[in-house]
T-cell receptor, first 116, second 116 residues
Framework: ETGVTQTPRHLVMGMTNKKSLKCEQHLGHNAMYWYKQSAKKPLELMFVYSLEERVENNSVPSRFSPECPNSSHLFLHLHTLQPEDSALYLC???????????????FGPGTRLLVL | AQSVAQPEDQVNVAEGNPLTVKCTYS??????LFWYVQYPNRGLQFLLK??????LVKGSYGFEAEFNKSQTSFHLKKPSALVSDSALYFCAVRASNYNQGGKLIFGQGTELSVKP
């Protein structure tokens, strides 16, 4: 589980705050992901970065802004969030290979976010 | 469209008894199938996956899963449950056809409770 780390583990923020979530992977992978996990709902894929390029953005509101400065780090910048954005935000990484979908995604422990 | 169904929100098992957590899927072409486990306040941990070959896949912590193409199922099993197996279990599917994008789709999760 230490292959993918996330900070902070818990975050409480007001609707007018700006904060950032950080993810770091130590597995030498070339793809990173942000997921949102809400109670009683399947994991929702938010963003995918492959080789530091954003390759997927699943209609996520603009108050969530991802950043991938290199293949080991992924950020999720948050601003003017809503209470319904409270959830567990999970980061994952994988070794993506062209022409195949076989790779396994490895997850970090998540950041538990509460928006007041 | 790809989809995954975990028909049981909760499964209760006595320690030492066999356990089954059900998963059915829908995907175009051949599927890649995954099981993950999530302990409280932790991220998702990879258990096992089916890519091709033997329909019975063995994974971590004594778990195994059987791929059944005719029933489009990939049920997770363990011959003898432990109290420490109590957790949330997620099934996920991905299309094997790389041109279909390769997004990993998760089920809504099944809460496994193993009582002493």
């Amino acid at each position: 589980e230490t292959g993918v780390t996330q900070t902070p583990r818990h975050l409480v923020m007001g609707m007018t705050n700006k904060k950032s979530l950080k993810c770091e992977q130590h597995l030498g992978h070339n793809a990173m992901y942000w997921y949102k996990q809400s109670a009683k709902k399947p994991l929702e894929l938010m963003f995918v970065y492959s080789l530091e390029e954003r390759v997927e953005n699943n209609s996520v509101p603009s108050r969530f802004s991802p950043e991938c400065p290199n293949s080991s780090h992924l950020f999720l910048h948050l601003h003017t969030l809503q209470p319904e954005d409270s959830a567990l935000y999970l980061c994952a990484s994988s070794q993506s290979r062209a022409g195949t979908n076989q790779e396994t995604q490895y997850f970090g422990p998540g950041t538990r976010l509460l928006v007041l | 469209a790809q989809s995954v169904a975990q028909p049981e929100d909760q499964v209760n098992v006595a320690e030492g008894n066999p356990l089954t957590v059900k998963c059915t899927y829908s995907v175009s072409g051949n599927p890649y199938l995954f099981w993950y486990v999530q302990y409280p306040n932790r991220g998702l941990q990879f258990l096992l996956k089916y890519i091709t070959g033997d329909n019975l896949v063995k994974g971590s912590y004594g778990f195994e899963a059987e791929f059944n193409k005719s029933q489009t199922s990939f049920h997770l099993k363990k011959p003898s449950a432990l109290v420490s197996d109590s957790a949330l279990y997620f099934c996920a599917v991905r299309a094997s056809n790389y041109n279909q994008g390769g997004k990993l789709i998760f089920g809504q999760g099944t809460e496994l409770s193993v009582k002493p």
